[in-house]
């Protein structure tokens, strides 16, 4: 029952805990990893808006190359953890796999991708190595996942990142659009934060373009704007 328009802590945890708990143990995984058929002409890849290489981190999975499977993931999408939760897969990479035409169940390769990649950030590997800073400064409009990617690879390079956020947190549609059920805010904070240890990238909150800050004020502090 709803007291004073809120549920209880319970209720509240019952009613939007993750919709798709963790699926796979290592060995679970690597048994799913082995049914796939490492395609040459792989459809799922040409059906994943971000081009992961989805044989090559199946195939990592299967070698217990954990490490070497969520860098494959993130070296294509840096927030390839959210969106193994909340992708379409079934219209996508699971829906262009081969076994369907065989009448088979597909790879199941979103639960592979959270695998991999909730290992990386759980664990915190530090799968990247940032440059030696270049002497160059960058302003990026927005902590959501365009912004976010801009960040770290330009951090990669060895430039300095400002990032300037209107919301108290990162993430964007991640964090504030889509439903906790699905991804939720503790999830995103964990990926936002493991993004940013790369290190050169310091994040400015409650920060709105045009009304705490100003285009022409980050073109004449910076060497560049995204």
Request: aromatic fraction near 8%; charged fraction near 25%.
């Amino acid at each position: 029952m709803i007291k004073s328009g809120k549920l209880s802590a319970l209720e509240y945890e019952k009613n939007f805990s993750d919709i798709h708990p963790p699926f796979y143990t290592g060995d679970a995984a690597a048994i799913e990893a082995n049914r796939c058929l490492f395609c040459y002409d792989a459809p799922c890849i040409k059906a994943c808006p971000t081009s992961i290489n989805v044989p090559k981190f199946i195939k990592q999975i299967s070698t217990n190359n954990i490490q070497g499977s969520a860098k494959t993931i993130f070296d294509s999408n840096i927030m390839g953890a959210a969106c193994a939760k909340v992708c379409p897969v079934e219209k996508l990479c699971e829906g262009a796999c081969v076994y369907n035409l065989m009448e088979e169940e597909p790879i199941s390769i979103a639960k592979l991708q959270r695998f991999s990649t909730e290992k990386a950030i759980t664990q915190k590997w530090p799968l990247y190595t940032r440059k030696p800073n270049i002497g160059k400064k960058i302003a990026v409009v927005g902590a959501g996942p365009a912004g976010l990617a801009c960040a770290h690879a330009l951090a990669l390079e060895g430039l300095e990142i400002d990032i300037y956020e209107k919301e108290a947190e990162g993430g964007g549609l991640m964090t504030y659009g889509v439903a906790a059920y699905k991804v939720s805010p503790e999830i995103c904070k964990d990926e936002v934060d493991w993004i940013l240890s790369i290190g050169g990238i310091k994040v400015h909150y409650n920060q709105e373009l045009g009304k705490d800050i100003s285009l022409d004020e980050l073109k004449s502090k910076y060497d560049a704007v995204f």
